[in-house]
């Protein structure tokens, strides 16, 4: 198992500096002169010399590869271009918004998911097997954006004025302030350091930060909010999950040692939940587990429509205001995320399926 | 008299005379199209598909305007104004406008018709890039093995380790935005996913007596990497190549959606879509219709490319999983 895990981690590590190497001919790719970007158009040429000069930019381009990534192997991100703030500091605010939309998003998918493809796949060709798999089809075709539109627009708007009415935009109502935990309890911090990040992370969490500061309001005001991302965002790995949860229980159910719990007498119900759903649940896991991969790319569309301030909004507008900083950051930050992903969906097999032995 | 059982053609196991068979029938393309056929959900995916490949063809016909024409001065109309069917109400002396006006004074119904031939054109394009590229590739790194084959797909990882929107968001950025641009940076995007079909593929094949015959008969490696060995791709590559241009159609849409992709006054359903989503509450139907036409294509797509893996993968059949 250890030789497993320690194998899985070093292959990880050639797409790591893969994904290192991408990141950075991108960012250096993006058209335009860097000390113009970075300077203004009005820099002088002995000002961007000397900018050239500190930031190594004429320097031959393997040299700047290694610069660049001793920086990032050190966490250092540099500052971004347009808030002239540490793009760490940028990140510690950003995350925890996408993290908690794209989690809520994926248990919605998993708890709604699941339970539909097992009715489908029990009931196959009934008419809840086929309404259930046409919905999925559907979620899986629709694009995401448009689905949050609609529902804005039918819970935001249609709904206006009656208890389901639900807000379009933003993570917290104007007037409403979620108070940082560490102010609540007041502990004081050092600008900059480590823990300031780590500090500033968690009290971004918004859920998480009212619930251990029993800011309840906020608490309300923050879950309204993200009901309608969260559906939008959910829809596609739902899809996803119940067609597959239907095929993978078919499969299953069609095997011996089913036939063989039914002829023991076995309650329908036990066989259904103990003998066929924890073997056909393996591949379920696979899926989901990429598709909280996916979140990511999700995520830039959802709170583009839903003006939410998160990971993937950021990277969108920093793309198109060439911020080269963060641009190379959220990236590389996105896709560790996504290789992280996979490795622990791999990894999760042999806790899951004793009969796989990762020697 | 020598009977047999045809399993597929006469599923009820009556035996058929030999004489009466019509040898034709048996073909591998014959059968896998009659159990294509017995799918329902590819047989609802290719009639919506077909279907759509009309409205494209027939785009002039069917549009009652030009998509791109302003008709400011030419009707009696005001921007972003609702649909107006005259059988649904509508005054008859008002101009019809089935899913009524722009924000540009164009008709709504005209774009979205001429939009699909913009999609399907996408979707097409796109795949069929990442497929000649991506098979290439695979083809390379399963025939040729070894450093070759680490090289080559240890890329392909590099490639997939990026959300594959986000990795088009980004060559867009560096290639400028655009359709041709948004085009590119989809099918890059895709290449990894073909290259790996093909290379499991030609792994599979590789070493199998016919093809050590006809390396040891002399066949050059191109021929017996391209006549022996990919044509047992296809059926996988086809099933994948069809999600795929759903896959690439939604995609090219988020991009148009974010500005990136088609510009305007190009008809396309994502960019029609973007350039009004502020308007939703005011407008609602030109962000519905443009997202109705792509969540049709995009569901052809997929019912088709179901059908497809249910009808060409037997292991699938067998096992009852078909829809």
Redesign the interface.
């Known amino acids: 198992m250890t030789n497993y895990l320690l194998r899985r981690i070093l292959l990880a590590i050639?797409?790591l500096l893969?994904?290192l190497?991408?990141t950075f001919t991108?960012a250096r790719?993006?058209?335009g002169d860097p000390c113009k970007a970075i300077l203004g158009e009005k820099a002088t040429k002995v000002v961007c010399d000397r900018f050239m000069e500190e930031k190594g930019f004429n320097k031959p381009i393997y040299i700047q590869l290694g610069i660049y990534m001793n920086e990032m192997i050190h966490g250092d991100f540099g500052d971004s271009i347009r808030y002239s703030r540490p793009v760490t500091l940028i990140l510690m605010e950003r995350l925890p918004m996408t993290i908690e939309l794209g989690i809520f998003a994926i248990i919605l998918a998993t708890i709604i998911g699941i339970p539909l493809g097992i009715i489908s796949a029990i009931k196959r060709n009934s008419i809840i097997d086929v309404i259930t798999?046409v919905i999925a089809?559907?979620g899986?075709?629709?694009?995401v954006?448009?689905?949050g539109?609609?529902l804005?627009?039918i819970f935001?708007?249609q709904l206006k004025g009656t208890p389901l009415w639900l807000p379009p935009s933003g993570r917290l109502t104007s007037g409403l302030t979620s108070i940082p935990f560490y102010q609540v309890y007041g502990w004081a911090i050092s600008k900059g350091s480590a823990t300031s990040y780590i500090y500033e992370f968690i009290s971004n969490l918004y859920i998480f930060n009212a619930i251990i500061t029993g800011q309840w309001m906020v608490l309300g005001d923050t879950i309204k909010h993200l009901i309608l991302p969260v559906v939008a965002l959910s829809t596609i790995p739902m899809s996803i999950t119940a067609r597959m949860t239907r095929?993978s229980m078919?499969?299953v159910l069609?095997q011996d040692y089913v036939r063989t719990a039914r002829a023991k007498g076995l309650f329908e119900s036990v066989v259904i939940l103990k003998h066929a759903l924890r073997n056909a649940l393996l591949p379920v896991v696979t899926i989901i587990g990429l598709e909280l991969?996916?979140i990511?790319?999700?995520a830039?569309?959802t709170e583009?429509?839903f003006g939410l301030a998160g990971v993937g909004r950021m990277?969108?507008e920093a793309?198109?205001a060439r911020d080269y900083p963060i641009?190379q950051a959220f990236?590389l930050v996105?896709?560790i995320g996504?290789?992280m992903m996979n490795l622990i969906v791999d990894v999760s097999y042999a806790f899951i399926d004793p009969r796989i032995k990762l020697e | 008299m020598t009977v047999i059982s045809q399993p597929l053609s006469n599923p009820s196991n009556k035996p058929i005379e030999r004489s009466k068979i019509d040898y034709r029938e048996n073909s591998l393309w014959r059968l896998t199209l009659r159990r294509i056929l017995r799918q329902r959900?590819a047989v609802i995916g290719l009639s919506i598909l077909a279907f759509l490949i009309l409205v494209a063809i027939f785009a002039p016909l069917i549009a009652p305007y030009d998509p791109e024409e302003v008709l400011i001065g030419k009707e009696d109309i005001t921007k972003r104004q609702a649909p107006c069917i005259h059988i649904f109400g509508c005054p008859p002396d008002k101009p019809q406008h089935i899913m009524g006006i722009d924000g540009n004074v164009r008709d709504e119904f005209s774009r979205v018709i001429f939009g699909t031939r913009v999609s399907l054109f996408i979707g097409l394009t796109t795949i069929g890039f990442a497929i000649i590229i991506g098979s290439s590739l695979g083809a390379i790194a399963g025939y040729a093995g070894g450093w070759i084959d680490n090289v080559i797909m240890?890329?392909m990882?590099?490639?997939l380790?990026?959300?594959?929107?986000?990795l088009a968001?980004?060559?867009v950025?560096?290639l400028?935005a655009g359709l041709q641009n948004a085009l590119l940076a989809i099918a890059i995007v895709n290449i990894p996913r073909y290259a790996r079909v093909v290379r499991a593929s030609v792994l599979c094949v590789k070493e199998l007596d016919y093809v050590s015959a006809s390396r040891s008969l002399g066949a050059s490696p191109a021929n017996i990497l391209f006549v022996r060995i990919l044509p047992n791709s296809l059926p996988p590559l086809i099933v994948r190549a069809t999600l795929g241009i759903?896959e690439a159609i939604?995609e090219a849409?988020?991009l148009s959606?974010?500005?990136l992709g088609a510009q305007p006054p190009t008809p396309e359903w994502?960019s029609m879509?973007?350039g009004e989503?502020n308007q939703?509450?005011t407008a609602?139907h030109l962000?519905?219709y443009?997202?109705i036409a792509?969540?049709?294509t995009?569901?052809a797509f997929?019912?088709f490319g179901?059908g497809l893996r249910d009808a060409i993968d037997p292991r699938?059949a067998q096992?009852?999983?078909e829809?």
């Open positions: 050639p797409v893969g994904i190497i991408v991108l790719m993006i058209p798999m089809n559907v899986v075709s629709m694009p954006y448009w689905l539109l609609m804005a627009y935001a708007l095929s078919l499969e069609g991969g996916n990511f790319a999700g830039v569309l583009t429509i990277l969108f793309i198109t641009v990236t996105i896709a996504y290789v | 959900s240890r890329i990882d590099v490639v380790a990026f959300p594959s929107l986000l968001i980004a060559i950025s560096v400028g759903a939604l849409a988020a959606f974010l500005g994502g879509l973007g989503r939703v509450f609602p962000v519905f443009p997202g792509i969540m049709i995009v569901l997929n019912l179901d699938l096992q009852g999983t829809g």
